[in-house]
């Protein structure tokens, strides 16, 4: 059984849990996921890991609670256990792949909406431990929806907007993409997108226009995880991929994003998911 041994409140909606793994901890890497269940009579969910901890055996997850099944786990405490807590799963994140020379010549580009932050973070957080620093940009619609935030400032150059101004730049993270680079003279050589497919989207258009090779995440298409339901399949490239074992994380530029949405809507009006489309911790 894996145990919650932290739990707190990110914002509404929004949980943290440390959880009690330590075979995943010891061998998981940033970009991967989980499958999580809170019971037997469980619906299987795909949580990005949002960090690990290999010495104290703990993983972390961050849910938003949108329909039964996320709302069922963040009823959960701290000392109850989830029944099934698989992982790792999916390919890391593909810097990873870079040698050291190589990647401490790059100038990353993390943009991240939503609750999109928290699987972010463990990106920026291993690039930070090999000396290379990368900008951050978090975007929300108010203020009050930020996550992560105080943790991405330990790891990276962090850059707020919210589509309301409440704080940071006023406009969303595309727009302040834009400024940074047209306005403040930032160079890039990648960038990596999680949140809202419609975010990702334009993140990646944007990212095209200037040139910059993007990476997005498509964990929001997962129900099975293991590649044999078919329901995560997407168009990259004029190819058919499956998100839980190609992915989670493809080229921008090739993703066929309104197929995507299409597929992500399909679980909208699902009467066992009431409302709750398939998600990952961005849920949102």
Known sequence: MFEIVTKRELAANIVEMQVKAPLIA??????????????????RIPLTICDYDAQAGTVTIVTQSIGLSTKKINAMNVGE?????????????DLLELDEETLKKEKVLFIAGGVGTAPVYPQVKWLKAR??????IIGARTKDLFTYVSEMQEVGNVYLCTDDGSEG???????????????????????VIIGPMIMMKFAALTAKQFGIPSMVSLNALMVDGTGMCGACRVTVGNETKFTCVDGP????????????????????????????????SCHG
């Open 81 to 93: 256990c989830f029944d099934d807590f698989a992982g790792p799963l999916g390919n890391p994140s």
């Open 131 to 136: 000396g290379v620093e990368a900008d951050v």
């Open 169 to 191: 730049f006023h406009g969303n993270v595309t727009a302040l993409m834009k400024h940074l680079i047209e306005n403040e003279g930032k160079k890039y050589t990648r960038c």
């Open 249 to 280: 994380e493809f080229n921008g530029a090739l993703v066929d994003f309104d197929e995507a949405m299409r597929r992500q809507n399909m679980y909208k009006n699902n009467p066992k998911t009431k409302g709750e489309t398939k998600n990952c």
């Open 26 to 43: 010891n061998s998981a890497k940033p970009g991967q996921f989980l499958i999580v269940r809170t019971d037997r009579y469980g619906e």
